[in-house]
């Protein structure tokens, strides 16, 4: 039986996944600053959609970058 992913932090263990949320929503808004810097997201119809999108889709590859199974 597998356990689930989690990461040796502060001296306890801490949930992968919770990890790579917290990663995807820092380089959303990472993202987001360059959008505004460059004119882009002006031009965006569905701002929240889009920024919750990428937010996932990040945490998703995050996840699996790390996790991998």
């Keep these: 039986m597998a356990a689930a992913p989690s990461v040796p932090m502060f001296g306890s263990f ?3 996944w919770l990890l790579c949320i917290f990663a995807g929503t ?3 808004v990472l993202v987001r ?3 505004v810097a460059t004119g882009l997201d002006d ?3 569905w701002r929240v959609a889009v920024y919750m999108s ?3 889709g990040l ?3 995050f996840l699996l970058a790390t996790v991998g199974r």
Excluded: E
């Design 14 to 16: 801490f949930p992968a």
């Design 26 to 28: 820092v380089v959303t």
């Design 33 to 35: 600053v360059a959008f």
């Design 43 to 45: 031009i965006l119809r």
């Design 54 to 56: 990428m937010a996932v």
């Design 59 to 61: 945490a998703f590859l």
